[in-house]
């Protein structure tokens, strides 16, 4: 895959391309990362890329002229255009496995008070990375960067992708460490028992339960089988479920090692 950012300030992407997962990637050809610099292509005499906006206001405003060089220059007929942009749909994981399957993604960022708005003919989608303000789009280039590089097949391990949080609407389950008292704090039981299929019950229960209280918007749009409602039932009406105790009580053998280790 070949990742192309357009940027004003190409310098900040230094010490995003030269760390962990991304430079691994990048070292095992899994991705081609090129940064642009859209000053290199502005035909302005005093080699400005920005103006005050026709008709009056605040800030500077980037001029179509050099960004759509720059896009007409780096891009080819595979590639699809992103524009960093308010207007567009808030970036999310699944836009992120969207993106995987694209052989050249191209990423505009804006900066200043905004773009000449006749740029949005050259672009494929608007993409947001959320409601809130930034003095330009290269830090949401390098998030939508690093969501799409960690999917690719060979970036990382591939079981470190599955039940992530996000995927299918729901956040991720607990995860624990040793040792099994932490200043009071301590790892569930079930999770000793030795009892695999429970595990994987109780930690999408966990999903649910975390996805619910944490974020009910994201909760909203699940669509929950016959069995994970009866699952999530289940635990509302009772704290400890059957299938939970029993798994736990057969375990009780490997539990007491770990907590006496």
């Known amino acids: 895959m070949k990742i192309t950012i357009l940027s004003l300030f190409p310098e900040m992407f230094e010490g995003f391309l030269n760390h ?42 980037l001029k179509a002229q050099p960004l ?15 524009l960093l942009s308010p207007r567009g749909t808030p970036f999310n994981q699944s836009k992120a496995r969207q993106f995987t399957k694209l052989n050249e993604l191209v990423i505009i960022c804006g900066h200043y008070e905004g773009i000449d708005e006749r740029v949005n003919n050259y672009v494929d989608e608007l993409i947001s990375g959320g409601d809130f303000i930034l003095t330009g789009g290269e830090l949401i280039a390098a ?92 635990y509302d009406a009772d704290k400890n479920p059957k299938w939970l105790v029993d798994a736990i009580t057969k375990g009780h053998k490997f539990i007491k090692e770990k907590k006496d280790d």
């Open 143 to 234: 998030m939508i960067s690093d969501a799409v590089i960690r999917l690719l097949d060979g970036a990382i391990a591939v079981e470190s992708t599955i039940e992530e949080s996000f995927d299918e609407n729901l956040l991720e389950y607990p995860q624990y460490t040793e040792p099994f008292d932490f200043q009071g704090h301590q790892v569930p039981d079930i999770l000793y028992s030795g009892n695999h299929q429970a595990i994987a019950k109780w930690r999408k229960l966990q999903r649910f339960i975390l996805t619910r209280e944490f974020r009910p918007d994201l909760f909203a749009k699940c669509s929950l089988s016959k069995k994970d409602q009866h699952l999530l039932a289940e």
């Open 68 to 82: 759509v060089d720059a896009l007409v220059d780096v891009a080819s007929a595979q590639s699809y255009r992103v």
């Open 20 to 61: 962990s997962i991304i430079k691994r990637a990048i070292a095992n050809n899994l991705v081609e990362i090129r940064v642009v610099n859209i000053r290199d292509y502005t035909k302005d005499k005093y080699h400005r890329v920005d103006t005050p906006p026709i008709g009056g206001g605040a800030g500077l405003v």
